[in-house]
T-cell receptor, first 115, second 115 residues
């Protein structure tokens, strides 16, 4: 089954404790992205990757890091989380080829709370 | 910078009626993609419909259709014969043809379909 998986689905942590949210896709997609969703603000892109070892900042990259060492994985790293990073996070992947190019396939979301 | 605006935070419609969700965007580009995504209470993000800016014909997917007005930079979504399962948050999104890694979302419209 074609899918994007994220782990963990729920996470409660404390300020300053480094954490990683994993994302993996099994569709061999070129593109992968991270978004955060906040009430009244919609989804905002944090980082995106157009291929292995190619990443770029989205609209809200501060406080986040990413890496793309393998095509299927795109982890999101919060090295020193703060309460303003409490949010719902989505990973997504897409491809330039196929019947529906650039359609984003989303993971199930990770609810992060930083206290 | 491109922006996407959804000016209707909440809407409601009676089952079997028709409803239109508004979206405007701002860009100086001529080639781009526009999308509508649906987020039901399960939080899963689902693509509803897409439109390529170079296509003059409005996209249609079953009960969902768009009214794409390129000069006015408007991209509204029409849902015909509304069903209870259409209850969800709907997001409009913009992608520049020359930067297909970056996706910009609107703030979202919560649609309630009433029986």
């Amino acid at each position: 089954e074609a899918q994007v998986t994220q782990n963990p689905r729920y996470l409660i942590t404390v300020t300053g404790k480094k954490l990683t949210v994993t994302c993996s896709q099994n569709m061999n997609h070129e593109y992968m992205s991270w978004y955060r969703q906040d009430p009244g603000l919609g989804l905002r892109q944090i980082y995106y990757s157009m291929n292995v070892e190619v990443t770029d900042k989205g609209d809200v990259p501060e406080g986040y890091k990413v890496s793309r060492k393998e095509k299927r994985n795109f982890p999101l790293i919060l090295e020193s989380p703060s309460p303003n990073q409490t949010s719902l996070y989505f990973c997504a992947s897409s491809d330039s080829a196929g019947l529906r190019p650039y359609e984003q396939y989303f993971g199930p979301g990770t609810r992060l709370t930083v206290t | 910078a491109q922006t996407v605006t959804q000016s209707q935070p909440e809407m409601s419609v009676q089952e079997a009626e028709t409803v239109t969700l508004s979206c405007t965007y701002d860009t100086s580009e001529n080639n781009y993609y526009l999308f509508w995504y649906k987020q039901p209470p399960s939080r899963q993000m689902i693509l509803v419909i897409r439109q390529e800016a170079y296509k003059q014909q409005n996209a249609t997917e079953n009960r969902f259709s768009v009214n794409f007005q390129k000069a006015a930079k408007s991209f509204s979504l029409k849902i015909s014969d509304s069903q209870l399962g259409d209850t969800a948050m709907y997001f409009c999104a913009f992608m520049n043809f020359f930067n297909t890694g970056k996706l910009i979302f609107g703030q979202g419209t919560t649609l309630q379909v009433k029986p």
